[in-house]
C-alpha cells in the first residue's frame, strides 16, 4: 500500500511512475482485456446474466474509476516534482502531454462505447422483458408446469421448487421462449434431476433447449416444438458475441441427447423473427421426443377420448 500511496503522492520517479505505473500496467491491461470481455459475455450466456453485467460494470469502473485516475494523478503529480527539481524540462513536460492525449483518447472511447455501457447497464438493473412466467405443482403433486417466458429466476425458482414437497418427476414446459442463459440453466436442473419433460401447449426457442435435456420427452397432441436462430437481445453487444457459436454448443447438446444428426442440420435454419415447427411425426422420428399423449390423461390420469383411467 506504501508503494501505491507513494504514486499517488507523486513521490516516485517519474521513469517508475511513467513506464511502469501508466505505460507498462495500462498494456498488461490491454492485453488481459480480451479475455476478460470473452469469460463475462461467455458465462452471461450460461448463467445469471444480470451478475455477469454488474461484474462487468465493476470491472470496467474499477479499471477507469480507480486504476485510471491513480496512474494520472502519480504521473503527473511526479512530472510536477521533476520540473521544480530539475533543470531539464522535457520528459516531464512529455510525459504531461502523454497523459492529455491518454484522457482525450479514452473520453472518446468511452463516448463511442456508451452503447455497450447502456446495454449492459439495462442488463445489471433493468427490468427483466421475460419475467412474465408462472410454476406450479399439478396432477398429484410429481409433476411442476412452467408456463410463461423464461426469465432470469427461471432456473433458480424451478431449483427451489424441486427442493420443497414431495418428489417431482417431470417437467410441462409451456413457453415461447426467453434468454438464452435461462434456457441453458433450466435445462442443467433437469438434467441433474433426471425430470422427464412435456409440454402441453408448445415449447419454442431456448424453452425447447430445456425440453431437449428431458430423461423422457413428451408432446400433447396440440403442442409442437419451434426452432430458429439466436439472436443478441442488445444491439450494442453484437461486436462481442458470436450467436453461430452459441448455436453450435447447443447443437451439440442436443446431439448429446440422442437426437438424429440429420435433423440437427435444421435446427437453426429459419431467422431469429421466424420459426420451423417440425411435425410430431418428425419430432418421433428424429428422437427429439418419445412419444405423443394426452394431457388430461398426465394430469389427471383419465383418457379423454374413453372417458376412463
Known amino acids: 500500500m506504501s508503494y501505491v500511496v507513494r504514486h499517488w503522492r507523486g513521490e516516485l520517479s517519474l521513469p517508475i511512475a511513467f513506464w511502469v505505473n501508466f505505460v507498462a500496467l495500462n498494456l498488461l491491461l490491454l492485453a488481459l482485456r480480451p479475455g476478460v470481455e470473452h469469460v463475462l459475455l461467455s458465462m452471461s450466456l450460461d448463467d445469471d446474466p444480470r451478475f455477469m453485467a ?13 486504476i485510471y485516475p491513480w496512474q494520472i494523478v502519480g504521473v503527473w503529480r511526479s512530472a510536477g516534482r521533476w520540473l521544480a527539481g530539475r533543470n531539464r524540462r ?8 502523454v497523459l ?7 473520453t472518446l472511447t468511452a463516448v ?7 446495454d449492459i447497464g ?8 421475460y419475467a412474465d412466467y408462472s410454476l406450479q405443482r399439478v396432477g398429484d403433486g410429481s409433476l411442476l408446469h412452467l408456463e410463461g417466458y423464461l426469465g432470469y429466476r427461471v ?14 418427476q417431470a417437467i410441462i ?10 434456457g441453458r440453466a433450466l435445462a442443467r436442473v433437469i438434467g441433474e434431476h433426471r425430470l422427464d419433460t412435456y409440454s402441453f401447449e408448445g415449447c419454442h426457442s431456448a424453452c425447447a433447449t430445456a425440453f431437449i435435456s428431458g430423461r423422457n420427452r413428451f408432446l400433447a397432441d396440440e403442442a409442437r416444438l419451434g426452432f430458429h436462430q439466436y439472436a443478441v437481445p442488445f444491439g450494442g453487444l453484437e461486436p462481442y458475441s458470436d450467436m453461430w457459436l452459441e448455436q453450435q454448443r447447443d447443437l451439440q447438446h442436443f446431439r448429446s441427447q440422442g437426437v438424429n444428426p440429420s435433423f440437427l442440420g435444421r435446427l437453426f435454419q429459419a431467422e431469429h423473427g421466424d420459426a420451423w415447427y417440425p411435425s410430431q411425426r418428425e419430432l418421433l422420428a428424429a428422437r427429439v421426443i418419445s412419444g405423443v399423449v394426452r394431457s388430461e390423461k398426465v394430469l389427471f390420469g383419465v383418457d379423454p377420448v374413453k372417458g376412463q383411467p
Not at 414446459?173 to 435461462?182: M, Q
Open 54 to 66: 454488474r461484474m462487468a460494470l465493476l470491472h470496467v469502473g474499477f479499471v477507469y474509476g480507480v
Open 100 to 106: 492529455v492525449l491518454s484522457l482525450v483518447g479514452t
Open 122 to 129: 439495462t442488463i445489471a438493473f433493468g427490468p427483466d422483458r
Open 112 to 118: 463511442g462505447a456508451s452503447a455497450v455501457y447502456r
Open 155 to 168: 432456473a433458480r425458482d424451478v431449483r427451489r421448487a424441486l427442493a420443497s414437497g414431495p418428489e417431482v
Open 90 to 97: 522535457v520528459w516531464p513536460l512529455a510525459s504531461r502531454a
Open 173 to 182: 414446459l409451456d413457453s415461447p421462449g426467453g434468454w438464452i442463459a435461462s
